[in-house]
């Protein structure tokens, strides 16, 4: 069979000739469209190349991606054994309204796919209609006009007899869209619920640095009335009274401005949430600095990037436009349509139905494209430019899903190496404060060394409550660069839509 070729590493053979069209004038031309006929125009789809090293760098293993989102992603937040979690992943699922749209938006390309479809079938109507009307005097037979009614009752036929596949590839590429959209659906539930477990962890990282300032404020407080008692007892001088002073006022600004910020994430939240911000409450609880973190390391199985949603919505979309170059190829051919109408004509609606008022008309209708000022080669020129775009991007989904993993997995290591130097950090930091209060008591250093000791205390424990946090947040963002969970596959059912409204 004729075929023409697409150039570039990628692209496959078609199985329908070169553009143009001669009238079959043998039996020999005959057998050959009989033959073509059952071809399909444009190239059969070939997932293109992605050169992807052996192995991430962090150790975990690697292969190329493939689409995988017809498995459950699971209630991976769950690893993380926190109620309060579980339950806004629930409020998010349930009223988020970019997920509405998104949702919206797969009914839309599920529509498409069932109007596509329609041109495979036959199209009948009936075309029932009434026309009464008077003849000119000049053009009656009798020299004087004539009144006369006529009804009608057609069922009209028409099909597209699809001998270059333009019906089955616009079909192949709606389906594709589809299948496009639900990954588009899931991307964008994956990319939320992400974005909420991180604003999540944060908010709780804020509850701990804000526990953390009350505790500093309380202990602050106290060494204010000390060194008040002192002052007024004459053991230290005005300046000590003022650095206490100035410490207590600090804790309280600092205090504040966590506020402020815990605020912003919980406004965040509720847009995530889907709910009006004034009345949305997440309770405070701060991080617990021995929280343990999910084991999500190098070691995976790495048929889990497979498991990415936008990998598999640039590869829908990629065979959408494959199916598309199709489309465009047919339109270089003859398109050959059925057309018939039968039903019955009268001019009286009592005889309208008689058998002798019957009335039928059956024949081909044939398009031969001759000169269309090169449209439809600008057409597939399009077809095959934006097939090109797409594989640059399926290649780039891949190469981002490749860094995402990679920097999520040495944001593990390298947070849990500062988060272990940390802790030692704190302990050393609150012996040496511990030191230096028994000192000042005792009258051998001032009332400095104890502001400097404090401050190194409190600086330390804040940053240990956000290395725990950026930790958990870390975590999560692993977790959506693999694509979701892990614990369990199987295919998607009718849940997969939840809950629309």
């Known amino acids: 069979m004729p075929h ?11 199985t329908v000739g070169a553009p143009g069209f001669r009238p079959v004038r043998s039996a020999a031309g005959l057998i050959l469209t009989l033959i073509l006929a059952a071809c399909t125009a444009g190239p059969e789809y070939r997932r293109p190349e992605v050169a992807v090293p052996a192995s991430f760098r962090e150790g975990a293993p690697w292969k190329p991606a493939e689409p995988a989102d017809h498995l459950l992603k699971g209630r991976w937040w769950e690893v993380f054994a ?117 604003n999540y962890f944060a908010l709780r990282a804020l509850d701990a640095e804000i526990d953390i300032l009350g ?7 106290r060494n204010l009335d000390l060194v008040r008692s002192l002052f007024e007892n004459g053991q230290v001088g005005r300046l000590d009274l003022a650095r206490a002073e100035t410490e207590l006022a600090n804790a309280r600004a600092d205090a504040s401005a966590l506020e402020r910020l815990r605020a912003s994430r919980q406004n965040t939240l509720a847009v995530l949430a889907g709910e009006p911000a004034p009345g949305f409450q997440i309770s405070g609880r701060p991080l617990d ?108 989904a891949v190469l981002a899903a490749f860094a995402e993993v990679e920097g999520s997995l040495s944001d593990l290591r390298t947070l849990q190496t500062q988060a ?25 250093v001032s009332y400095l060394d104890v502001v400097i000791s404090e401050r190194t205390v409190l600086a330390n424990e804040l940053l240990a409550v956000r290395v725990l946090g ?12 693999l694509g979701g969970g892990w614990e369990e596959e199987r295919p998607l059912g009718a849940a997969e839509r939840g809950k629309k409204s």
């Open 4 to 14: 023409r070729k697409r150039t570039g590493p990628d692209r496959v053979s078609g």
């Open 82 to 198: 926190d109620g309060q979690l579980d339950e806004l992943m629930e409020r998010v699922a349930a009223a988020n309204q970019d997920l509405k749209a998104s949702l919206a938006r797969v009914d839309q390309a599920r529509a498409a796919v069932r109007v596509s479809g329609a041109g495979r079938y036959p199209e009948v109507d009936l075309d029932p209609s009434v026309e009464r009307k008077r003849t000119a005097d000049a053009l009656a037979s009798g020299g004087s006009g004539e009144t006369s009614t006529t009804l009608r009752m057609p069922l009209n036929l028409a099909y597209e007899v699809d001998l270059w596949g333009r019906v089955r590839r616009s079909v192949q590429a709606a389906g594709s869209d589809y299948q496009a959209s639900r990954a588009d659906y899931g991307n964008l539930m994956l990319t939320l619920q992400a974005e909420a477990a991180r």
């Open 215 to 221: 505790q500093t404020l309380e202990l602050r407080g």
């Open 289 to 396: 600095p021995e929280t343990p973190l999910p084991d999500v390391t190098p070691g995976l199985p790495s048929t889990l990037l497979e498991r990415r949603p936008d990998i598999a919505a640039a590869e829908r979309r990629l065979m959408a436009d494959n199916a598309r170059i199709g489309v465009a190829e047919a339109a270089f051919f003859p398109s050959i349509s059925l057309t018939g109408s039968a039903g019955y004509s009268s001019d009286q609606l009592s005889s309208l139905f008689q058998w002798g008022n019957r009335t039928w008309a059956l024949g081909p209708f044939v398009s031969l494209p001759i000169l269309d000022g090169g449209r439809n080669r600008a057409a597939r020129d399009l077809a095959e430019a934006r097939w090109t775009e797409s594989v640059a991007n399926y290649r780039q």
């Open 420 to 444: 272990r130097a940390q802790r030692q950090a704190l302990a050393s930091a609150r012996r040496a404060a511990d030191l230096t209060n028994k000192r000042y008591r005792a009258g051998l």
């Open 470 to 481: 950026q930790r958990l947040q870390a975590t999560v963002t692993l977790i959506k660069a």
